[in-house]
């Protein structure tokens, strides 16, 4: 099993160039801007993966967790940019990172090895007014039965090394929703599955994960890594 470890929200960084459309920058520091505490976890467990990219531009001046079609791709921020001045940060900030990934995946699945890929993201604990009622969410197509199969395998292992978290499958959002994994699974029907891997903000303090958080979690994927195959 070949290990791709992805953190798409790692920053809230502008580029230089950019900053002028970002005058208050306080939103930059909040759950919009990026996915607090994502590159921390996933710095932890890199260790495990064979290959690993993260980006820290933030989500706010370009999306790369959606689709080029997808309405969401430039926030209220960068969308009334020119169209020469999004074509630019599509091909110089969105398309390098993405291929990067794909082409990755590509070399291993070309060479019949079996690939898994997950994502680190965090959400916040309050959207909307309502508290999300989860500590771990597990997004996956429903319809991938690979897919369902590692992600109840994973829960288990992560009861295991700690009961009282709550794990959910597809919360706080759809693992078939629009996404990088989403896509990816188009390109590669066979030998991928595509995991995105959700902690709750409410762990977070200063950018880091509760390390209890982060080391049941490697011992999880570490277990998978050991004692399981999923193809």
């Known amino acids: ?9 790692g920053g809230n960084d502008i580029p230089e160039t950019y900053k002028k ?14 996915d607090i505490g994502a590159l921390d976890l996933f710095q932890y467990l890199k260790p495990l993966s064979d290959v690993s990219f993260y980006s820290k531009t933030s989500r706010l001046f370009v999306e790369l967790n959606r689709s080029l079609h997808h309405k969401m791709l ?4 960068t969308k009334n940019l020119s ?4 074509d630019n940060i599509i091909k110089d900030y ?10 990755k995946i590509h070399d291993y699945v070309n060479r019949s090895e079996e690939v898994v890929h997950l994502s680190i993201h965090s959400f916040t604990p309050q959207f909307n007014g309502k ?8 997004l996956y197509d429903s319809q991938q039965n690979k897919e369902q199969e590692f992600c109840k395998n994973l829960k288990s292992l992560l009861l295991k090394y700690n009961p ?17 994994t989403t896509f990816l699974r188009k390109q590669f029907p066979k ?3 595509g995991i995105e891997i959700e902690v709750n903000q409410k762990f977070v303090a200063n950018n880091i994960i509760e390390i209890e958080l982060k080391e049941d979690i490697y011992k999880a994927i570490s277990g998978i890594r050991l004692n399981y195959h999923v193809f």
């Open 1 to 9: 099993m070949r290990l791709v470890l992805t953190c798409e929200h």
């Open 21 to 34: 459309g970002f005058p208050n920058d306080e939103v930059l520091k909040t759950h919009r801007g990026y």
């Open 74 to 77: 430039f926030s209220e921020l």
């Open 83 to 86: 169209k020469i001045e999004k």
């Open 94 to 103: 969105y398309l390098p990172y993405r291929y990067r990934v794909e082409d």
């Open 131 to 138: 508290t999300r009622n989860c500590d771990i969410g597990l």
């Open 164 to 180: 009282n978290i709550k794990v959910r499958f597809n919360y706080p959002y759809l693992g078939k929703a629009d996404g990088f």
């Open 191 to 193: 030998n991928y599955i």
